[in-house]
């Protein structure tokens, strides 16, 4: 049986009805703090077919501004959304801060039903436990308010609701073949449900279980714990959450001072390779797109380091409907309103297509950082969250490969004079590259530290030595290749 | 398989050595800076049996400051250990800030063995392991560190070892049945352990796998983890942690103000009442010893309320080797410097008994919080942390009673006045209590808010309007018997 992990004791007719008064008056007085304090909220409702969910979300709402939240329905995944990391469908939802999101039916019925339907193995069943607790973690580690709530009825009074709406014509339309089937396997899917329940629910996001069988009771047992929960967060605003341990596999990696930058290559060969590793580079994408193998690749590297040109060599060899350049600015407002992360997650490519980000979520450890743009804790968590994000591009199948494009200081030098002194190179130049420049120290500093702590065995920092740009060029190359070689070879 | 979730990639003879002699000697380094920050680490082995655990330990505290350290081996629950809850001697033995704890074999060992031999259902399996996560989050968000390491050894290794040690006169005592049964049932164990470290590896405190084939590598998969978990606790040292959400069913309490204090009882009555509950209660003691019934009976309230006077008039009915009273003064430096649970954890009856506690662990959110003994966040995390502790005792199955002892302002000073002016009770009365006195509209706050965040169903306040003491001694009595009818004949 579903364990009612629920904070309340049913109260008399009289005293719900105050009760219930209460909670949506303070509701409505949470909705000015949430925006003041920037609080995003995200309310998960799940439950058994017809056990009163979508009725329930009109009235938890009755009061609330509709410039204050959303609500979504959500569905079982499209063919676009398959192609996709399980989680980005819900990633991409998150409120701003200062808003609520309302979720019918979320990562928790897709795993069940995938379940249900044998769809997926112990094994998937398991990483996507740890894709959803690592998921809502990161969530409420940087300040979200996560509410889930599971609709409870038994299957008696489930069966008679089906009933009751098959019998009308207008409500016939509301009742699948899902909900019949559910109904039928009843105790198999509550056991279903309820080892779900167990595994998810932790101390920062657990599962407030709702006896629905009665209307006006389910609602106190949404508005209380939904009040109390936003009170709480409301003290917790602002706080710094500790820094855990890492507990993915690394590689070791030298330190910058310690790579050869003197690698050159003749352009005679140069040009030999090129032609070769891109001809090798155009096969591999066609393979990858018909494994449907996802490929993500990562620039990241000093100003003038030969970024673009590095870029250049590799789209130049693929097909364009099968690749995107994303170069990454700084965040836009809507954005810094989100979890730092959520501009990637929204930005995936489908599986089979290769994106690649000029510039990175690794600002957060080297510009944010540097520049104050966030807090110590902010960045010091995120090596973690960074390596939670890959892993879960790596259990989903894509190759992920991250280049650090390194120059030395005399270099730089060099390459920023000669654009400062060329009329067609000066708009590459500006104030803020000089003044970067003038802090080497400490970004080699947050480079070293990052690549430390984010090179995975799953996604891998390569640090190109670009002294001679077409030697990083074809070393690039080599790396694309291999990397996809080997994840060919693995799907045939 | 056991999944292996070590962050680690084995290197060469070479840099394993290089790798093992740094983090030794980082290590001897941390004891200093552990003291000064007075970090509490806790470090559990647990694994196969030969697996190495044992002669592991003795070489990662080589280098250590005996002063700073201890090391336990835990064994099976002994018949006294059995009569207390299942965390109790874990919680027993978590170190003084500052110090280190190592143990070998724990509560995973406990629960495996519990599963595998089939003396616990499903059911108390979850409950064990909600307790495990709870007991370690609840250290982790003290300030504690808590690192565990599993080793694993293929089933062939297993044998070998075995094998090895049985042939050796001198090593075969080190083999016992259950090494053998383990090795006969190598995969059933494997299922067990994988599922349990699935279950019980979380952000704060997760599981390291270790391969444990062979030796110099073994240690360092230990090594590097535990210094850099121990880094990174150093930088965590004196965060707050997030408040988390309510999860346990609560009852709605008055406010103390709303209490009627009016009610009394004719000295006639409460001879006779007395009489009858009293012989009552020994009835009931009897029976709860034979069931083996803990009970625990908190006692908080006003100075000069009648706690002392209420308490004597219940144990004057109890066997004296069926009950503790148990007084609580402001914690020892011994006990400050632990989880501010430890000197409660410490002190709980065995199965059958009464434990009496004259003040007691909800210090903690009163005089604690109102005279900053400890941090805001401190006591407002200690709601949860003190339900959670109750939620233990509950689950063991004690019969957890707490009294809130109730009077107005007015008959304090009265009482207090009598106890000044007449010299057989001056000793009873202090410059603190009056200075507690000026505080009483603080510490009425406080009290509202602790009865109203911690009346579970599994451990609810009562109030008692102690004006009239002869009213609340019975009225005592009468709660305390009542419950212990209830819990009698639910345990026929």
């Given at each position: 049986?579903?364990?009612?992990?629920?904070?309340?004791?049913?109260?008399?007719?009289?005293?719900?009805?105050?009760?219930?008064?209460?909670?949506?008056?303070?509701?409505?007085?949470?909705?000015?703090?949430?925006?003041?304090?920037?609080?995003?909220?995200?309310?998960?409702?799940?439950?058994?077919?017809?056990?009163?969910?979508?009725?329930?979300?009109?009235?938890?709402?009755?009061?609330?501004?509709?410039?204050?939240?959303?609500?979504?329905?959500?569905?079982?995944?499209?063919?676009?959304?398959?192609r996709?990391?399980?989680?980005c469908?819900?990633?991409?939802q998150i409120?701003?801060?200062?808003?609520?999101?309302?979720?019918?039916?979320?990562?928790?019925?897709?795993?069940?039903?995938?379940?249900?339907?044998?769809?997926?193995?112990?094994?998937?069943?398991?990483?996507?436990?740890?894709?959803i607790?690592?998921?809502?973690?990161?969530?409420?580690?940087?300040?979200?308010?996560?509410?889930?709530?599971?609709?409870?009825?038994?299957?008696?009074?489930?069966?008679?609701?089906?009933?009751?709406?098959?019998?009308?014509?207008?409500?016939?339309?509301?009742v699948?073949?899902?909900?019949?089937?559910?109904?039928?396997h009843?105790?198999?899917?509550?056991?279903?449900?309820?080892?779900?329940l167990?595994?998810?629910?932790?101390?920062?996001?657990?599962?407030?279980?709702?006896?629905?069988?009665?209307?006006?009771?389910?609602?106190?047992?949404?508005?209380?714990?939904?009040v109390?929960?936003?009170?709480?967060?409301?003290?917790?605003?602002?706080?710094?959450?500790?820094?855990?341990?890492?507990?993915?596999?690394?590689?070791?990696?030298?330190?910058?001072?310690?790579?050869?930058?003197?690698k050159?290559?003749?352009?005679?060969?140069?040009?030999?390779?090129?032609?070769?590793l891109?001809?090798?580079?155009?096969?591999?994408?066609?393979?990858?797109?018909?494994?449907?193998i996802?490929v993500?690749?990562?620039?990241e590297?000093?100003d003038?380091?030969?970024?673009?040109?590095?870029?250049?060599?590799l789209?130049s060899?693929?097909?364009?409907?099968?690749?995107?350049?994303?170069?990454?600015?700084?965040?836009?407002?809507?954005?810094?309103?989100?979890?730092?992360?959520?501009r990637?997650?929204?930005?995936?490519?489908?599986t089979?297509?290769?994106?690649?980000f000029?510039?990175?979520?690794?600002?957060?450890?080297?510009?944010?950082?540097?520049?104050?743009?966030?807090?110590?804790?902010?960045?010091q968590?995120a090596?973690?969250?960074?390596?939670?994000?890959?892993?879960?591009?790596?259990?989903?199948?894509?190759?992920?490969?991250?280049?650090?494009?390194?120059?030395?200081?005399?270099?730089?030098?060099?390459?920023?004079?000669?654009?400062?002194?060329?009329?067609e190179?000066?708009?590459?130049?500006?104030?803020?590259?000089?003044?970067?420049?003038?802090?080497?120290?400490?970004?080699?500093?947050?480079v070293n530290?990052?690549?430390?702590?984010?090179?995975?065995?799953?996604?891998?920092?390569?640090?190109?030595?670009?002294?001679?740009?077409?030697?990083?060029?074809?070393?690039?190359?080599?790396?694309?290749?291999?990397?996809?070689?080997?994840?060919v070879?693995?799907?045939?």
């Amino acid at each position: 049986m579903i364990e009612n992990y629920n904070a309340l004791i049913k109260p008399g007719e009289e005293e719900l009805e105050k009760r219930l008064e209460k909670a949506h008056r303070r509701l409505f007085a949470q909705q000015m703090e949430i925006k003041e304090k920037g609080l995003p909220v995200l309310v998960l409702f799940e439950g058994w077919g017809a056990a009163g969910k979508g009725t329930m979300l009109g009235k938890v709402i009755r009061n609330l501004d509709p410039r204050f939240f959303t609500a979504v329905s959500m569905h079982a995944p499209s063919e676009d959304e398959k192609r996709k990391p399980f989680l980005c469908r819900y990633f991409s939802q998150i409120p701003e801060a200062g808003r609520f999101l309302f979720m019918d039916s979320g990562w928790m019925s897709e795993v069940v039903h995938d379940v249900l339907q044998d769809r997926i193995s112990t094994k998937v069943y398991r990483e996507r436990i740890s894709s959803i607790r690592r998921f809502e973690r990161s969530l409420t580690d940087n300040g979200y308010l996560v509410l889930k709530f599971f609709f409870q009825i038994s299957k008696k009074e489930q069966k008679k609701r089906l009933d009751a709406l098959l019998a009308n014509k207008d409500t016939a339309w509301q009742v699948d073949d899902y909900d019949l089937w559910e109904n039928r396997h009843y105790d198999k899917c509550e056991k279903v449900f309820d080892v779900f329940l167990e595994d998810t629910s932790t101390s920062t996001s657990p599962w407030y279980v709702v006896d629905a069988q009665s209307r006006k009771w389910a609602q106190l047992q949404i508005m209380e714990p939904l009040v109390a929960g936003i009170d709480m967060a409301l003290k917790n605003h602002a706080l710094t959450v500790p820094l855990i341990q890492n507990t993915f596999p690394l590689l070791p990696m030298p330190k910058l001072v310690d790579i050869d930058l003197d690698k050159t290559i003749t352009l005679e060969d140069y040009n030999v390779e090129l032609r070769q590793l891109q001809s090798r580079l155009r096969e591999l994408h066609n393979q990858a797109y018909r494994r449907k193998i996802p490929v993500i690749i990562a620039y990241e590297g000093w100003d003038a380091a030969g970024k673009g040109g590095n870029i250049k060599r590799l789209t130049s060899a693929l097909d364009p409907r099968g690749y995107e350049v994303i170069p990454i600015a700084s965040p836009k407002p809507h954005e810094k309103s989100r979890h730092f992360l959520w501009r990637f997650w929204t930005r995936l490519p489908k599986t089979g297509h290769f994106a690649i980000f000029d510039r990175t979520w690794y600002g957060r450890v080297m510009v944010e950082r540097l520049e104050g743009f966030c807090s110590e804790n902010d960045w010091q968590c995120a090596y973690n969250e960074i390596n939670e994000f890959e892993k879960e591009l790596s259990d989903w199948g894509a190759v992920i490969i991250k280049f650090w494009v390194h120059i030395d200081s005399d270099t730089q030098l060099a390459r920023f004079t000669e654009r400062q002194n060329n009329p067609e190179k000066q708009w590459k130049i500006t104030d803020e590259d000089w003044r970067n420049r003038e802090k080497r120290d400490l970004y080699e500093n947050a480079v070293n530290e990052m690549i430390a702590k984010t090179s995975t065995t799953y996604a891998p920092w390569h640090i190109l030595e670009s002294n001679d740009k077409h030697y990083a060029r074809i070393r690039a190359l080599q790396i694309v290749t291999g990397a996809l070689e080997t994840a060919v070879n693995e799907r045939k």
